[in-house]
């Protein structure tokens, strides 16, 4: 399960008839978000998520949150066309505080990869896809990646290749890991700021069909200061 709402921004693949009630009771009994008369907190379902729906939703998520709690939108679709995911692609590089969006759909396979980069995955459950697939040990821990040494991240890294390698499930992996970090340096914005930037920067080429997850991982682990 989720430990904590910090991006702007998560996509789970499923049916909305099953997710839903497990996302609600989530925000309620593990988070205390109110979910019921609470204008912070929506539920929206699209047929099909276009440019339209989506200036509505940019519109909506464009003002800050009436209380002091978080502003939840809970959007379910079964599809998105590319100019709508150009149009979300621009509200999510520059997110409204304390705002955060829970997309479900019924595959990640027709998200553009600028857009999913900018989206933390979630399994079924409801948990980051960032973990091994034996044992649902972690692999890739952004804390224990930041303190380690750099032959311990190399080692690291080692071991999350083979378990994954460069295929697609991989780079969501590592784009979920990467945002995970991001969110880990930004809580000192002035003091990483050079590892931010070098981060960005490497995070972009996550789904390129060139790109070799072996290489920007371990150009990653090697620019980026032990903490």
Known sequence: MLSSIDHHAYVVAGQRESLIPVLLDMF????????????DFSVIHFESLGIDESRKIKEMQSF????????????????????????????????????????????????????????????NGLTPLCHSREGGNPVLNPKTFLKSTYPERLKMIEKFLKAFKDNKEGKSVVNNFFGEIEIL????????????????????????????????????ALVLPVY
């Open 28 to 39: 309620v009994n593990k988070f205390g978000i109110a979910i019921n008369g609470n204008p």
């Open 64 to 123: 800050k949150s009436l209380g002091a709690s978080k502003r939840i939108f809970v959007i379910s679709t079964n599809s998105i066309t590319m100019q709508a995911q150009n149009a979300m692609l621009k509200m999510f590089e520059e997110p409204t505080e304390n705002t955060h969006f829970f997309i479900i759909v019924p595959s990640t396979s027709f998200f553009i990869d600028t857009l999913l980069s900018r989206m933390v995955v979630l399994e």
């Open 185 to 220: 340096l930004a809580k000192d914005v002035k003091g990483n700021k050079e590892a931010l930037e070098k981060l960005l920067e490497i995070q972009k080429y996550v789904f390129d069909t060139s790109s070799s997850l072996k290489i920007l991982l371990e150009t990653f």
